[in-house]
C-alpha cells in the first residue's frame, strides 16, 4: 500500500505560480513512478505530467508544457508540480497519483491522493 497526500493548492491570479507537493508513505519501492492529474468540473480527470522512479525522465501534457515543472526528491519521498504563468483554465482539483511506470494512463496508477483544489482567477 501507498498513501499519497498532496499539498499546496489553493487562489492565485491568471499568471500567477503555485507549487504543489505530494508526500509518499508506505510501500514506496513498487510503486515509485509518479503522476499529476487533474480534474475540472464537469470534465473527465486528464493527464498533466509524470516522473520515472529515479527522476531522469518525464513528460508533459501540451497543455502544460513549458510552463509545468515536475520534479522529486527521493529522500523526502516527496513529489512536486510547479505551475507558472498560471491560466483559469488550469483551474481544477489536482490529484497525485503512484505506478509503475511513468505513463498517461490513469488506469496505469495503483494508488492515488485525495486531490487538492487549483483555482485561477481572471
Known amino acids: 500500500q501507498v498513501q499519497l497526500v498532496e499539498s499546496g493548492g489553493g487562489l492565485v491570479q491568471a499568471g500567477g505560480s503555485l507549487r504543489l507537493s505530494c508526500a509518499a508513505s508506505?510501500?514506496?519501492?513498487?510503486?515509485?513512478?509518479r503522476g499529476w492529474f487533474r480534474q475540472a468540473p464537469g470534465k473527465e480527470r486528464e493527464f498533466v505530467a509524470t516522473?520515472?522512479?529515479?527522476?531522469?525522465?518525464?513528460y508533459y501534457a501540451d497543455s502544460v508544457k513549458g510552463r509545468f515543472t515536475i520534479s522529486r526528491d527521493n529522500a523526502k519521498n516527496t513529489v512536486y508540480l510547479r505551475m507558472n504563468s498560471l491560466k483559469p483554465e488550469d483551474t481544477a482539483v489536482y490529484y497525485c497519483a503512484a505506478g509503475f511506470k511513468p505513463v498517461v494512463a490513469s488506469i496505469a496508477y495503483d494508488y492515488w491522493g485525495q486531490g487538492t483544489q487549483v483555482t485561477v482567477s481572471s
Open positions: 516522473i520515472s522512479c529515479n527522476g531522469g525522465n518525464t
Open positions: 508506505g510501500r514506496t519501492f513498487s510503486s515509485c513512478a
